[in-house]
């Protein structure tokens, strides 16, 4: 499997990098935000996931992790996913986020993967 970068520029002018490494060895995601004075880190997948850190003009302004001993299914959010699937289905209303609003996500990753990947 090959590793791959993608730089991408927002009409706002705002950048990205996205890295899909899926031999380093490990089965975690992280995200990493900047701006003007601030930064933010979340890391989910893994051992550490629910780890959220945000800094304000260099000062840590939020930490937050789950309960150390919960289940992995627990800290990388999968429960509470499936927790709002089902409640939905339960209550006749569509999930939140709704399948449109995480379409063109998904649309993104799918068309990187077939221009990267062939």
């Known amino acids: 499997m090959r590793w791959f970068v993608v730089q991408m520029a927002f009409e706002s002018g705002t950048l990205g ?35 959220v850190r945000c800094w304000e003009r260099g000062q840590l302004a939020v930490e937050e992790e789950p309960a150390r001993g919960m289940p992995a299914y627990v ?26 609003e995480v379409l063109q996500s998904v649309e993104l990753c799918h068309r990187i993967g077939q221009e990267i990947l062939g």
């Open 75 to 100: 800290r990388n959010g999968a429960y509470d996913e499936t927790t709002e699937f089902i409640s939905a289905l339960r209550e006749n209303r569509a999930p939140r986020p709704s399948p449109a």
């Open 17 to 51: 990098v996205l890295e899909v490494l899926p031999t380093a060895g490990s089965m975690a995601e992280s995200y990493e935000m900047f701006g003007a004075g601030i930064r933010s880190l979340v890391r989910v997948g893994g051992p550490d996931s629910g780890e």
